[in-house]
C-alpha cells in the first residue's frame, strides 16, 4: 500500500506541474509529500562539560565520521533525501535552466611575466588550467590542462606565483570544499610541470626569495574531524624533496598560530605576520640572507589588524584598522620598525579601505561602499593622482598589477553578470573591457534597490533588494534572502559564484532576491564587525530577522513565501533564525552550515573562528555562546520545511554539524514540514546541488518552476 500510495501522490504530482506555463498568477496545489526519517538513536548519557556547565550531548556519536554506524546513518538520510527530492516538480527545468546561467567562460586578472599575459581560465565552472597570450591582442595558449593530467575530480588551480626571474611558477591546487592544497611547480620556459609537489599546505603566501620560496605547512591530520595543529614557516628549493624543506620558523606556545612570511627586497627584510587563535597578531623582522639569525619582535600581542601591502625603497606597507574602523595604509621603515614610528600613508576614508596594490611605482587603493567598490592612486607620500571611473552598481573582485607597470586587470562583476575583466592603462588614462562573459541573464531587466532599515536595537543597516523592473508590491512575491557571513564583504553573492547562481536562479523564476549587510564577520567597519562578535552575536541574527520583516512589512512578500539561503557562517544565521523565529520562513536551505557552537572548535578549522564567536570552555564566553548555539537551543516546535545539504568532503566546516542539526530538528519538528539531510558527494557538481535546493524552496514557497 505505502508503494501503491507514492505513485498516486508522483501522478499527481506530474498532473499538477507537467503542463505549467510561466505565468506566476496560475494557481496550483502543492500537496504534502509525506517522509519517514531513519532511527536517529538519542544518548542520552553523553555530557559534555564546559567549565562546569553540563550540556547534554545527544549526537555526539556522529562526531566518530568512520563509524560503522555512522556511515549507515548517513547513508540512510541520503535515501530519503534522494527519495523525496524525485517527487519534486521541475527539477529537470531547473538543470536545463542553470546549464544556461552557467554557460560562460570566465578568467583571473591576468598577469604580466616577462612580457606575456598568463591567466586561469574555467568554463561552465570547470578550471580549464592556465593560459597565456603574448600581447594583450594575440590568441591565447593553453598551458596547463587539468582534464588531461589525470588530477582528481573537483582539482582546481586556485592561484600562481611567478619567480623573480620569470622562468618558474609555484601553483596553489585544490579539491572543492576543501582547505587543503597542494604546491605545484611550473617550468614557463619548458612548459611542464617540475618533480616537486609540496604537500600539507593551508591558509599559506608564497613569497620568492633567492633560489627558493618560502611557504608555509601542517603535518597532515590524523582524523577528518581532528583540528589542523602546529603550522611552520618552510623554504623549499626547486627540485628538491619536500622533506629536504629548511624550516624557517615554528612557535610551540601556541599550536594555533599561523604564519605569512613576506619580502622587503629593496631592505633584503624578512617579515613575519603572526597570528593566534584569539585574532590577536605580532609582527617580527629579520635580514633575510641571514639564514642563521633569529626573528626580531617589532610588536606582539596586536588586537588589531595587520595586513601586508608591498614594499618598496622606504620601507614596507600595511594595512590595519588599529585607531581606524575603516582601515588604513601605513609604512614601517625596517631601520625604524617600532609601532610609535609607523606612518600612516593613506588616512581612514569614510569607506572601508579593502585593498591595496602597486601601479607604475604608485599605490592604488580600493574602497568598498554600500553602492560599490572605488578606486582611487596615490603617490607613496599618500598625495591623490587621480580616480579611475568603474562601471556602475558593481563590486571589485580582485586585481592583477605590477609595481613598475601602468596596466592594471580588474575582476568586477555583480549579482546579474558573471565577473568581466577590465584592462585600465593608467598612461592613457583609458579602461577598456578585456573579458566579458555572456549569460542568459538580462541585467537591464531587473531593478536593484538599496534600501533601509533598522535593526531591533536601532542600528541601521542596509540591504540589497533585486526584482524584475514591473514587478508590483502586493505582498505574495516569492522571496529569497541571503544569509551572509562571509568574509570577503557584506554581500556575499556578490563574491560568491554559488550564491550568485542561486540569486539568479530565483530571480529567473519571477522570485525576488534580498541581500542585507549584516554586523559581525562579514563587516569591512571594524565597529560593525565587532558589533556583531563573541558576546555581541546575537546582532547578527537580530540584523537578518530585521531585514525578513521589512520585507514582509513593506509588501514584498508574506512569511509563507520567504525562502532563507546560507553557505558557512551563513547557515549559522540561518539555522539561528529558525530556532529563533519559525514564523518568519516558509522554507529554508542551508549548505556546509556551522551549527554546533559549543563544539566547533574541536573540528578541522573550527578554531580559527575563535575570534568570530568565541570560546565555549571559557567561563566568560560560554553563555553568550550556548544562548544561540542552534543544535542546542532548538526548542520542540511547528519549523518551516528544512533541507541541510553538506559536502561529504569538506574540511572547512565538517559534515557532522549538519548531521546533528538535521538530526535535532527531525527531533524537535512538530509540523508537517520537512527536515531533509542531504549528503552531497565529492564528485557532485554544484550545479546538480542547486537544482535540489532551488526545487525544494520553490515547492515550499508554493512556486511553480517556470519553463
Known amino acids: 500500500m505505502k508503494n501503491t500510495g507514492l505513485l498516486l501522490l508522483c501522478c499527481t504530482a506530474l498532473l499538477l506541474f507537467g503542463c505549467q506555463s510561466s505565468s506566476p498568477d496560475q494557481a496550483y496545489d502543492f500537496p504534502h509529500i509525506p517522509v519517514s526519517y531513519p532511527d536517529t538513536p538519542r544518548d542520552t548519557a553523553a555530557i559534555n562539560d564546559f567549565s562546569g556547565y553540563k550540556v547534554p550531548a545527544p549526537y555526539q556519536w556522529l562526531e566518530q565520521s568512520d563509524s560503522a554506524q555512522t556511515k549507515a546513518w548517513t547513508a540512510a538520510q541520503s535515501e530519503v533525501a534522494r527519495a523525496y527530492l524525485s517527487q519534486l516538480p521541475g527539477r529537470d527545468l531547473l538543470r536545463q535552466e542553470i546549464a544556461q546561467l552557467s554557460d560562460y567562460t570566465s578568467i583571473s586578472p591576468p598577469r604580466l611575466i616577462k612580457g606575456a599575459y598568463y591567466y586561469l581560465k574555467s568554463e561552465r565552472g570547470v578550471c580549464k588550467g592556465l593560459f597565456r597570450r603574448d600581447s594583450l591582442n594575440a590568441p591565447e595558449k593553453q ?200 606612518e600612516t600613508i593613506l588616512p581612514a576614508s569614510s569607506s572601508p579601505l579593502s585593498s591595496v596594490h602597486w601601479v607604475n611605482g604608485n599605490l592604488l587603493a580600493v574602497y568598498q561602499g554600500e553602492a560599490g567598490s572605488a578606486m582611487a592612486i596615490y603617490d607613496t607620500k599618500g598625495k591623490l593622482l587621480k580616480r579611475p571611473k568603474l562601471p556602475e552598481n558593481g563590486h571589485i573582485l580582485d586585481i592583477s598589477s605590477q609595481y613598475d607597470d601602468p596596466n592594471v586587470f580588474i575582476s568586477y562583476g555583480n549579482i546579474l553578470e558573471p565577473p568581466q575583466v577590465y584592462h585600465l592603462d593608467l598612461e592613457a588614462e583609458r579602461m577598456t573591457a578585456f573579458h566579458t562573459p555572456v549569460t542568459i541573464l538580462k541585467p537591464g531587466n531587473f531593478e536593484t534597490r538599496l534600501v533601509r532599515l533598522e535593526s531591533y536595537d536601532g542600528t541601521p543597516i542596509s540591504m540589497y533588494v533585486i526584482h524584475t523592473r514591473e514587478l508590483k508590491l502586493n505582498g505574495q512575491h516569492p522571496t529569497l534572502i541571503f544569509a551572509g557571513g562571509r568574509q570577503e564583504g557584506p554581500f556575499a553573492p556578490m563574491y560568491n559564484t554559488q550564491e550568485r547562481l542561486m540569486a539568479q536562479l530565483m530571480l529567473r523564476q519571477g522570485g525576488i532576491c534580498a541581500i542585507p549587510a549584516l554586523r559581525g564577520g562579514s563587516a569591512l567597519n571594524t565597529k560593525l564587525r565587532r558589533a556583531g562578535q563573541r558576546e555581541y552575536k546575537q546582532n547578527t541574527f537580530d540584523d537578518f530577522q530585521a531585514a525578513a ?102 574540511d572547512v566546516v565538517m559534515p557532522v554539524h549538519t548531521w546533528k542539526m538535521g538530526a535535532a530538528l527531525q527531533y524537535q519538528q512538530t509540523a508537517q514540514a520537512p527536515a531533509i539531510i542531504y549528503p552531497v558527494p565529492q564528485a557532485q557538481a554544484f550545479d546538480e546541488t542547486a537544482a535540489d535546493i532551488m526545487a525544494f524552496l520553490l515547492y515550499h514557497l508554493k512556486t511553480p518552476v517556470r519553463d
Not at 598560530?257 to 617580527?284: K, N, W
Not at 573562528?609 to 516546535?637: C, M, R, T
Open 549 to 650: 520583516e521589512y520585507l514582509i512589512a513593506n509588501q514584498y512578500t508574506t512569511a509563507s513565501r520567504l525562502g532563507v539561503y546560507g553557505e558557512g557562517h551563513g547557515g549559522l544565521i540561518a539555522s539561528a533564525s529558525l530556532a529563533q523565529r519559525p514564523d518568519l520562513f516558509g522554507a529554508v536551505a542551508g549548505i556546509d552550515g556551522l551549527y554546533d557552537l559549543l563544539r566547533y572548535p574541536e573540528f578541522g578549522s573550527g578554531w580559527k573562528w575563535l575570534p568570530e564567536f568565541g570560546a565555549p570552555d571559557a567561563p566568560n564566553q560560554f553563555d553568550p555562546i550556548f544562548a544561540y548555539s542552534p543544535v542546542h537551543k532548538l526548542p520542540a516546535d511547528q519549523y518551516p520545511a528544512t533541507m541541510l545539504a553538506a559536502h561529504l568532503n569538506s
Open 143 to 342: 598551458l596547463i590542462n587539468p582534464q588531461s593530467l589525470g588530477w582528481p575530480t573537483a582539482s582546481d588551480i586556485t592561484s600562481f606565483t611567478p619567480s623573480p626571474d620569470g622562468t618558474l611558477l609555484a601553483l596553489k591546487r585544490s579539491l572543492a570544499h576543501s582547505e587543503w592544497e597542494d604546491l605545484l611547480l611550473f617550468d614557463l620556459e619548458q612548459e611542464k610541470f617540475i618533480s616537486d609537489t609540496l604537500r600539507f599546505v593551508r591558509h599559506s603566501n608564497i613569497t620568492w626569495y633567492g633560489s627558493g620560496f618560502f611557504y608555509s605547512r601542517y603535518a597532515r591530520p590524523g582524523s577528518p574531524t581532528e583540528p589542523y595543529l602546529f603550522q611552520q614557516v618552510c623554504y623549499h628549493r626547486p627540485g628538491t624533496d619536500q622533506s629536504e624543506d629548511e624550516l624557517i620558523y615554528a612557535d610551540r606556545s601556541d599550536p594555533r598560530f599561523r604564519f605569512e612570511v613576506h619580502l622587503s627586497p629593496v631592505q633584503d627584510y624578512l617579515v613575519l605576520l603572526s597570528t593566534d587563535a584569539d585574532g590577536h597578531q605580532a609582527i617580527y623582522g629579520r635580514p633575510a640572507g641571514e639564514t642563521d639569525a633569529g626573528f626580531t619582535t617589532i610588536a606582539e600581542g596586536l588586537e588589531h589588524q595587520l595586513e601586508w601591502a608591498g614594499a618598496d625603497a622606504a620601507g614596507f606597507y600595511l594595512i590595519t584598522n588599529l585607531d581606524a574602523p575603516n582601515r588604513r595604509l601605513i609604512r614601517v621603515d625596517p631601520d625604524l620598525s617600532a609601532p610609535n614610528y609607523w
